[in-house]
Nanobody
Framework: QVQLVESGGGLVQAGGSLRLSCAAS????????MGWFRQAPGKERATVAV????????YYSDSVKGRFTISRDNAKNTVYLQMSSLKPEDTAVYYC???????????????WGKGTLVTVSS
């Protein structure tokens, strides 16, 4: 079983950037598809970005495509989300998740971190 801890959230002005990190322990993340998901107040959790085990395949939701970049460093057991050109509508709790199989839907992910809050002010 893998444990996930997110960090890097905070308050940023619109147009700014943040980099989120997800540190894993317990198992090597090279055996997992990794993803970032977010949940805004009153809304359903949604997929932000997903990356396959060795990074050969990535998926982005339309709302973040061209602004966010997911990456992974299996040697450091860490996954990143670089967020640029942030908008107020990006405000949400961002979660890191892992699953042995490749999927782009949050309902398929088996392991979750507790989340980190990103607030984008206008």
């Amino acid at each position: 079983q893998v444990q996930l801890v997110e960090s890097g959230g905070g308050l940023v002005q619109a147009g700014g950037s943040l980099r989120l990190s997800c540190a894993a322990s317990g198992r090597t993340i090279s055996t997992y598809t990794m993803g970032w998901f977010r949940q805004a107040p009153g809304k359903e959790r949604a997929t932000v970005a997903v990356i396959s085990r060795y990074g050969s395949t990535t998926y982005y939701s339309d709302s973040v495509k061209g602004r966010f970049t997911i990456s992974r460093d299996n040697a450091k057991n860490t996954v990143y989300l670089q967020m640029s050109s942030l908008k107020p509508e990006d405000t949400a709790v961002y979660y890191c998740a892992a699953d042995p199989n490749y999927s782009t839907t949050y309902k398929a992910m088996d392991y979750w971190g507790k989340g980190t809050l990103v607030t984008v002010s206008s």
